[in-house]
């Protein structure tokens, strides 16, 4: 198994843009979690799926911030707009109730 | 997050025992976690440990656990220089796939 994949690896946009990242995660697993890091504030959970259902979504920032989980192989994370203070490096991670298998991250840069 | 405390920095010779410690302050804590995170990596499970435990031992990695006083280490016998990363205590509930984060020890290994 590849683990779990997410797309881009790095993302540059400019403040305003909309940037949609992708997520894959283990074949198999039925929870799906996104992250965001910073320097900052750490790892903070932003909202996990649970058998493709958005089980908790209390991390979200505010509503610049969506997540969809269409099927079970496939989620993405929205931010529109985006804004500098967004920058940070996002990751997604999957389950299958015991370990999180975290995937590579994207880095995002928000100028 | 709050509910998980680490130290920030920790600097360690080769060939010398690290001891990262953690402490958290949820009683209901069923499971905890320590993860290592490599410069631009994800994060990789290390080890973990159920709360009726009090140790672990995994090769080099032993965790202990002191359910009492809500503290957690992990200590990495003969530390080498690829041992160096940041290490985050997590928690969770047995019912709640939900993870807690601690802010992450950065260790850093000395020749």
């Known amino acids: 198994d590849a683990g779990v994949i997410q797309s881009p690896r790095h993302e540059v946009t400019e403040m305003g843009q909309e940037v949609t990242l992708r997520c894959k995660p283990i074949s198999g697993h039925n929870s799906l979690f996104w992250y965001r890091q910073t320097m900052m504030r750490g790892l903070e959970l932003l909202i996990y799926f649970n058998n493709n259902v958005p089980i908790d979504d209390s991390g979200m920032p505010e509503d610049r911030f969506s997540a969809k989980m269409p099927n079970a192989s496939f989620s993405t994370l929205k931010i529109q707009p985006s804004e500098p203070r967004d920058s940070a490096v996002y990751f997604c991670?999957?389950?299958?109730?015991?370990?999180?298998?975290f995937g590579p991250g994207t880095r995002l840069t928000v100028l | 997050g709050e509910d998980v405390e680490q130290s920030l920095f920790l600097s360690v010779r080769e060939g010398d025992s690290s001891v990262i410690n953690c402490t958290y302050t949820d009683s209901s804590s069923t499971y905890l976690y320590w993860y290592k995170q490599e410069p631009g990596a994800g994060l990789q499970l290390l080890t973990y440990i159920f709360s009726n435990m009090d140790m672990k031992q995994d090769q080099r990695l032993t965790v202990l656990l002191n359910k009492k006083d809500k503290h957690l280490s992990l200590r990495i016998a003969d530390t080498q220089t690829g041992d160096s990363a940041i290490y985050f205590c997590?928690?969770?509930?047995?019912?709640?796939?939900?993870?807690?984060f601690g802010a992450g020890t950065t260790v850093t290994v000395r020749a």
């Open positions: 997590a928690e969770s509930r047995s019912n709640d796939y939900k993870l807690s």
């Open positions: 991670a999957s389950s299958d109730g015991d370990e999180q298998f």
